[in-house]
């Protein structure tokens, strides 16, 4: 027993239907080939509705087909969604899965826990709310300098961050309560894999990648930036200095309107600070759906070439460019090879 899983936007992938190079050859074989159909929206949310609706349909394949071995083959971010359903119906099954889920090019999505909490997200808070009435203030006055341009724009940024969170909160508004963040955590963190439950095919050159690598980078700056957050010296001096300077201007005479500048700017700048930590964490999490912010306010999420734990892999050798058509990201599931070693593996297999 086979199913289809497809990816992200792709809810009618042409790959997943009857008349496809892999489902014609699965079939062959002689293989009951079926199809499942989610949203595809890239979103957390999305993917772990997907999971409890391919766990269900999962679950009445092993009823119809007590005796039959149960494939899954999920292509891009429905592998995501493959590894949660098989690993809600470990459940009663002495942890071991009843299906073995096949991924094709998957960026697998890792996620760990935030630590800001007591006076860090104080003064996130704190200088938040001031950089958005200074903000607010300056827009309305119309900015007349480029630092206040950049108050602005800085605000502007900050709100825009707010707005993304509050949706993804909406979204998640049924899960929220006690333990909320475990649960959203585990939701969005790929389930560990085991080499004989779970087989990871990749190709060389897969345009993806460099996506993945932007994010791995982004994501390593939010990650960097939430430690800057939480180290007590860092906000001692970025606060402690302005302040000086303003004692200072008074001492030598130069007070009035330059110390009113000193204490405005110096006020705004901690919350220019927060919003380039912000938008750093805002920007290595948006890439996994409009969710994303939301997530990324508990968690440091990347996406990886494996899931956590030990499963098989398969990489495709680079293809020469003369011999190229297509994206390497979509091409796994139309290429020789790739149904090849499927039929193989599922020949070995003790049931088919």
Known sequence: MITLVHGTFAPDAAWTRP????????QKAGCHVTRFVWSGRNSHRARAAAAHGLAEHLRQQLIEHPRARHWVIAHSHGGNVALHAANQLRTGRGGAAPVTTVTL????????ARRIA???LFVIALFGVLLLSSASATAVAGPRTPADAALVLGGGVFAAILALCAVGAGLHRR????????????????PTARPDEVVVIRAAGDEASGLLAAGQFVGWLSA???????NLWFWTILIGLPQLAIVVATLVGHGGRMAFNL???????PGLVVVAVVAAMAGSAVVFGIDGPFAGLVASCSAEAAPPGTATLL????????????????SLYNDEQVICYILSAIRRSPRT
């Not at 008349?19 to 699965?26: E, Y």
């Not at 006690?178 to 939701?187: D, F, H, T, V």
């Not at 204490?263 to 700048?269: C, E, K, S």
């Open 263 to 269: 204490l405005i700017y110096g006020f705004t700048t």
């Open 175 to 190: 899960s929220l309560g006690p333990g909320w963040r475990s649960r959203l955590i585990s939701a969005v963190h790929a």
């Open 19 to 26: 008349d496809s190079a892999l489902s014609t050859s699965l």
């Open 315 to 330: 990489q495709l050798e680079p293809r020469p460019s003369a011999t190229r058509s297509g994206l390497a990201h979509s």
């Open 118 to 120: 007591g006076w860090p």
């Open 105 to 112: 090019a998957t960026p697998f999505l890792h996620a760990r």
């Open 224 to 230: 960097a930036a939430t430690r800057l957050l939480t």
